[in-house]
Every structure is written in structure tokens, then in C-alpha cells.
């Protein structure tokens, strides 16, 4: 039987794409206003960012066991259930971006100065660390919101609100980044104000989504408290889904420091490229994204047949556009680069870079699609456990090798990179083809029926 119009995989994955496509724009928005400054703006911009997409992670901890566990009970037909999961995650994200301000506020230039950033840019990097703890704040509460539309299929909705944010964004950044008339504006800080403005703008406009669509009406006392039950069962998806993502994200933040260590240019080269890599990805993060949903619901109505159909259909989709992504970004990217005006060093680097990327794309594009359906089938700890191993063993170990001891600078980092994602990609198709995910599965649908039970 053919599944309902709402869940088919394109039908799911096109507005989660032009999401995902927003918010890389966004970014290479950000740093186009930056090269308007200097290119110590760039390198501080990329560096501190990676801060911020560090602490995104903890939010991942909420948003991604919220949205899976919320999948698995609307396609079981718990509604009850699937709106308790809903309002504790609203609660959990709203915590957790309160400690994450309090964090940057106190810690600013430590962090900074563990990551190695030059001391010439730390008077650009602490203020912009700082304000962007408050755009964390807000970012936790709106990423969970939206989350929660999409596992209810509502893609389309959550797609206008990112549209409506990044809007605000851009009409804020210009003039409180490089200032009107007279006023020179705020620089990086007006960048990040912007940011935390655009977000309570979502938030608002999340907030009465899930009462016109989904019918969940928040109340002042769902901020607060987090129910047990349905907190269990996010924090079942979400440590481990989030921590396969801390575990990459600690080794890239490593990586990041030997990069640092290279010099200037060598940091604003990992900008530039980094911002090109999510143009890349955004279409197999989008497949990934939608292949989670979809196999969620059939998860949670128990058809495992359907949902493995899914998965290879999304697994051959991911790859096929993935591998043209990165042929045109090989292209592309250093064109573009070089009407961003970067000098003749960051231009030989940048030309190296997109060549390791034809082959750490593919590999990307197994890890992202293949690793979405294992965490939906509830199989949430194997990849964490692969991630363990592979992050650390090349994204940091062969990194520094090459990069480091042999002296390849930052060609060697990213064979690094390459090498882990591939790694990863080929161990999670061995372990959906070898049918590992799906004890997880009838668990979990046990678990959904049983709590319907309690509820009857």
C-alpha cells in the first residue's frame, strides 16, 4: 500500500531543502558582510562560528529525540502522547539556551584563547561571542518549535517561518553590522544581534503554527517543567543522536586549533571553503532530514518493510546528487573565492581543498542519510559508537599527521576529514543491510503501544 501524500519522501524533503538552503545562504551572507571589514573579520568569524555550531549541539540533544520520538507516536496515532513530547522538549531547549548564554557570557575569552585565535583578534572575537550567546538562547527554543513541525509533516509551514527569519536577519544585519550614514554600525556585534532578534521573531511565528496546526497551546508552566516520561524518551534518541554530532563536532574544534595554528590564511581558506562545504551538503542534509521523518511514522505504525524501501530509495538519492554537488562545487568554488577577492595564498589552498572534497562527499552522503534512518528506527547508539572510534582516529589523528608532523598544512587536515567521513558512511550501510536497527524498531513500537494502553 502506497503511503499518504504527506508522507512521501519528496513531498517532505523539497521545503526542508530550501530551509537548509536559507540558512547556508545566510551564512554566506555573513561572510560576505565580514570581507566587507577585513580579513581578520573573516578568520574571527569562522572560528567563533565554530563555537556557536559546538553549542548547537547540545540543543540537538532536544530537538533531534523531540522530533523522532514525536514521529513514532503520530504515526501511531498517540496524539496525546506526541504533544506531552512536544511541550517537554519546548522546556528542556529553553534551559539549555539559558545555560548556554550564561556559558558564553562567563567564558568568552578562554574559549577563544583555547581555540588559538591570534591575540590581535580577540578584541573582534570576545564581543561577538558574547552577543552570539544570546542568539543561542533564542536558537535553541525556535530550532525545537520547527522541529516539531516537521515531525508532524508540516515542512511547508516550518519552511515559511526560516524564510520570515532570515528576512529579518538580512534587514537587520546591513545596518547594524556596517551602520547608516554617519554611524559605522556595531561590526560582528550587529551580526549577532541581528541574529537573536531574527530568532525571537521565529519563535513567535512557530508558536502560533503549533496552535493553528497542530492544536498544542503552550501555557507559561510547559516552559518550566519537564515531564519524566516523555523527557526519557527524548533524552533515549537525543544523547545518542546528539553525541555522535559532539563527537565530530570536538574533533572539528580541535582540527580547528591546528588549523588556526597555520596562520591567517590559512583560517580565512577554512572560511571560505567551510561556507562552500554547506552548499554541498545542504542537499543530502535535507534527504537525511526527511528520510528521518518518513521513517519514523512508519516505524511507529509498524511497517518495517516500508521503512527499509524508504531508506535505500534516500541512500541512492543522496549519493547521486551529492556526487554532482561536489563535481560543480570543484568548479565553482574557487571562482567564487576569488572574486571575494582573497589573495593568491588562500586561491592555491582553496583549489587543493575542493579536490579532497570529490571524494569526502560521497562518503558524507552514506553517513548523513544512512545514520538519519538508524536513529529513527530508534538505533541511536551504534552510530555514536562509530563516531567515537573514526572522528578521533582520523579527523584528529590522521589530521595532525599529515597536517601537523608531516607538515601538509591544511591539505593534510582535510584528507583527515575525508577519511572520516567515508569510514563512517560504508560502517552505517553495513549495518542497515545486516538488519541491525531492527530490534530497535519493534521496541520502540512496543513502547508507543504500551503507552497508549496506559493512556486508554
Given at each position: 500500500m502506497n503511503p499518504p501524500a504527506r508522507l512521501r519522501l519528496f513531498a517532505i524533503t523539497w521545503p526542508i531543502f530550501v530551509e537548509n538552503l536559507l540558512m547556508v545562504v545566510m551564512g554566506l551572507f555573513g561572510l560576505w558582510l565580514t570581507s566587507r571589514i577585513s580579513t581578520g573579520a573573516v578568520a574571527t568569524y569562522g572560528l567563533v562560528n565554530q563555537v556557536f555550531g559546538a553549542l548547537?549541539?547540545?540543543?540537538?540533544?532536544?530537538?533531534?529525540?523531540?522530533?523522532?520520538?514525536?514521529?513514532?507516536?503520530h504515526g501511531a496515532g498517540d496524539e496525546a502522547g506526541a504533544h506531552a513530547v512536544a511541550r517537554t522538549g519546548l522546556a528542556a531547549s529553553a534551559w539549555l539556551g539559558l545555560a548556554c548564554l550564561l556559558t558564553l557570557l562567563l567564558a568568552a575569552g578562554g574559549l577563544l584563547a583555547l581555540l588559538n585565535?591570534?591575540?590581535?583578534?580577540?578584541?573582534?572575537?570576545?564581543?561577538?561571542?558574547?552577543?552570539?550567546?544570546?542568539?543561542?538562547?533564542f536558537d535553541a527554543v525556535s530550532m525545537t518549535m520547527i522541529a516539531v513541525l516537521r515531525a508532524y509533516t508540516h515542512t511547508t509551514e516550518s519552511m515559511k517561518i526560516v524564510l520570515a527569519m532570515n528576512l529579518v536577519q538580512?534587514?537587520?544585519?546591513?545596518?547594524?553590522?556596517?551602520?547608516?550614514?554617519?554611524?559605522?554600525?556595531?561590526?560582528?556585534?550587529?551580526?549577532?544581534?541581528?541574529?537573536?532578534?531574527?530568532?525571537?521573531?521565529?519563535?513567535?511565528?512557530?508558536?502560533?503554527?503549533?496552535?493553528?496546526?497542530?492544536?498544542?497551546?503552550?501555557?507559561?508552566?510547559?516552559?518550566?517543567?519537564?515531564?519524566?516520561?516523555?523527557?526519557?524518551?527524548?533524552?533515549?534518541?537525543?544523547?545518542?543522536?546528539?553525541?555522535?554530532?559532539v563527537a565530530f563536532r570536538i574533533s572539528f574544534i580541535i582540527s580547528m586549533a591546528m588549523v588556526a595554528s597555520f596562520g591567517q590564511s590559512a583560517l580565512a581558506t577554512h572560511a571560505y571553503v567551510w561556507q562552500a562545504v554547506q552548499l554541498v551538503t545542504l542537499f543530502t542534509n535535507s534527504v537525511g532530514f526527511g528520510t528521518e521523518i518518513v521513517v519514523g511514522h512508519h516505524i511507529g505504525a509498524g511497517r518495517l518493510h516500508r521503512a527499509n524501501q524508504v531508506l535505500w530509495r534516500a541512500t541512492v538519492w543522496g549519493f547521486c546528487i551529492m556526487l554532482?554537488?561536489?563535481?560543480?562545487?570543484?568548479?565553482?568554488?574557487?571562482?567564487?573565492?576569488?572574486?571575494?577577492?582573497a589573495d593568491e595564498s588562500v586561491l592555491r589552498l582553496v583549489g587543493l581543498i575542493v579536490l579532497i572534497e570529490l571524494v569526502l562527499e560521497p562518503g558524507r552522503s552514506f553517513n548523513t542519510v544512512v545514520t538519519s534512518g538508524l536513529r529513527a528506527a530508534g538505533d541511536a547508539r551504534f552510530p555514536v559508537k562509530?563516531?567515537?572510534?573514526?572522528?578521533?582516529?582520523?579527523?584528529?589523528?590522521?589530521?595532525?599527521?599529515?597536517?601537523?608532523?608531516?607538515?601538509?598544512?591544511?591539505?593534510?587536515?582535510?584528507?583527515?576529514?575525508?577519511?572520516?567521513?567515508?569510514?563512517r558512511g560504508l560502517t552505517m550501510l553495513w549495518r542497515w543491510h545486516s538488519l541491525g536497527w531492527v530490534p530497535y524498531a519493534r521496541r520502540a513500537r512496543r513502547r508507543i503501544l504500551a503507552h497508549m494502553r496506559s493512556e486508554a
Amino acid at each position: 500500500m502506497n503511503p499518504p501524500a504527506r508522507l512521501r519522501l519528496f513531498a517532505i524533503t523539497w521545503p526542508i531543502f530550501v530551509e537548509n538552503l536559507l540558512m547556508v545562504v545566510m551564512g554566506l551572507f555573513g561572510l560576505w558582510l565580514t570581507s566587507r571589514i577585513s580579513t581578520g573579520a573573516v578568520a574571527t568569524y569562522g572560528l567563533v562560528n565554530q563555537v556557536f555550531g559546538a553549542l548547537q549541539i547540545v540543543f540537538r540533544v532536544v530537538s533531534i529525540g523531540t522530533s523522532v520520538v514525536v514521529t513514532q507516536h503520530h504515526g501511531a496515532g498517540d496524539e496525546a502522547g506526541a504533544h506531552a513530547v512536544a511541550r517537554t522538549g519546548l522546556a528542556a531547549s529553553a534551559w539549555l539556551g539559558l545555560a548556554c548564554l550564561l556559558t558564553l557570557l562567563l567564558a568568552a575569552g578562554g574559549l577563544l584563547a583555547l581555540l588559538n585565535l591570534p591575540s590581535g583578534l580577540m578584541p573582534l572575537g570576545e564581543p561577538y561571542m558574547r552577543w552570539l550567546g544570546l542568539a543561542l538562547m533564542f536558537d535553541a527554543v525556535s530550532m525545537t518549535m520547527i522541529a516539531v513541525l516537521r515531525a508532524y509533516t508540516h515542512t511547508t509551514e516550518s519552511m515559511k517561518i526560516v524564510l520570515a527569519m532570515n528576512l529579518v536577519q538580512i534587514l537587520l544585519s546591513v545596518p547594524l553590522m556596517l551602520g547608516v550614514g554617519s554611524w559605522s554600525g556595531w561590526g560582528l556585534e550587529g551580526l549577532a544581534i541581528a541574529m537573536a532578534l531574527s530568532r525571537v521573531a521565529a519563535i513567535g511565528l512557530a508558536w502560533r503554527a503549533w496552535r493553528e496546526h497542530l492544536v498544542i497551546h503552550v501555557r507559561l508552566p510547559d516552559w518550566l517543567r519537564l515531564a519524566r516520561r516523555p523527557l526519557s524518551s527524548i533524552l533515549h534518541i537525543g544523547l545518542p543522536g546528539a553525541g555522535e554530532k559532539v563527537a565530530f563536532r570536538i574533533s572539528f574544534i580541535i582540527s580547528m586549533a591546528m588549523v588556526a595554528s597555520f596562520g591567517q590564511s590559512a583560517l580565512a581558506t577554512h572560511a571560505y571553503v567551510w561556507q562552500a562545504v554547506q552548499l554541498v551538503t545542504l542537499f543530502t542534509n535535507s534527504v537525511g532530514f526527511g528520510t528521518e521523518i518518513v521513517v519514523g511514522h512508519h516505524i511507529g505504525a509498524g511497517r518495517l518493510h516500508r521503512a527499509n524501501q524508504v531508506l535505500w530509495r534516500a541512500t541512492v538519492w543522496g549519493f547521486c546528487i551529492m556526487l554532482a554537488c561536489a563535481l560543480a562545487s570543484f568548479v565553482l568554488t574557487p571562482l567564487a573565492v576569488a572574486r571575494a577577492g582573497a589573495d593568491e595564498s588562500v586561491l592555491r589552498l582553496v583549489g587543493l581543498i575542493v579536490l579532497i572534497e570529490l571524494v569526502l562527499e560521497p562518503g558524507r552522503s552514506f553517513n548523513t542519510v544512512v545514520t538519519s534512518g538508524l536513529r529513527a528506527a530508534g538505533d541511536a547508539r551504534f552510530p555514536v559508537k562509530v563516531s567515537m572510534v573514526s572522528v578521533f582516529l582520523f579527523g584528529v589523528g590522521l589530521a595532525w599527521l599529515l597536517g601537523v608532523h608531516a607538515g601538509m598544512g591544511l591539505v593534510g587536515v582535510w584528507i583527515g576529514y575525508a577519511a572520516d567521513e567515508c569510514s563512517r558512511g560504508l560502517t552505517m550501510l553495513w549495518r542497515w543491510h545486516s538488519l541491525g536497527w531492527v530490534p530497535y524498531a519493534r521496541r520502540a513500537r512496543r513502547r508507543i503501544l504500551a503507552h497508549m494502553r496506559s493512556e486508554a
